[in-house]
């Protein structure tokens, strides 16, 4: 994410899921980290990710993104499980 706008892992332009703007706005979390962490049958291989967090200035909107690297291991991960 750059600083004023966020960008999905395709390289199209970020869109607010509830408005559809595309003034959004970087931003991070407080002292509390949310991680998305994939739902594997055998912890012990599971990773975290820590996403990037981000408020639509159209409609107030405040979401999470992944950012580009975080995606293609996710997808890499998904992929050696065979879903």
């Given at each position: ?9 395709n390289g199209?332009e970020?869109?607010?899921?509830c408005?559809?703007g595309?003034?959004?706005f ?20 599971a990773r975290?990710y ?9 409609c ?24």
């Amino acid at each position: 994410m750059s600083d004023q706008t966020t960008s999905v892992s395709n390289g199209e332009e970020q869109k607010c899921p509830c408005c559809h703007g595309t003034d959004l706005f970087a931003g991070r979390g407080s002292v509390f980290k949310v991680p998305f962490v994939p739902d594997t049958p055998i912890l012990k291989y599971a990773r975290s990710y820590l996403p990037s967090q981000y408020a639509c200035l159209s409609c107030g909107f405040m979401g999470f993104v992944l950012q580009q690297s975080d995606l293609v291991k996710l997808r890499k991960e998904n992929e050696a499980r065979g879903t």
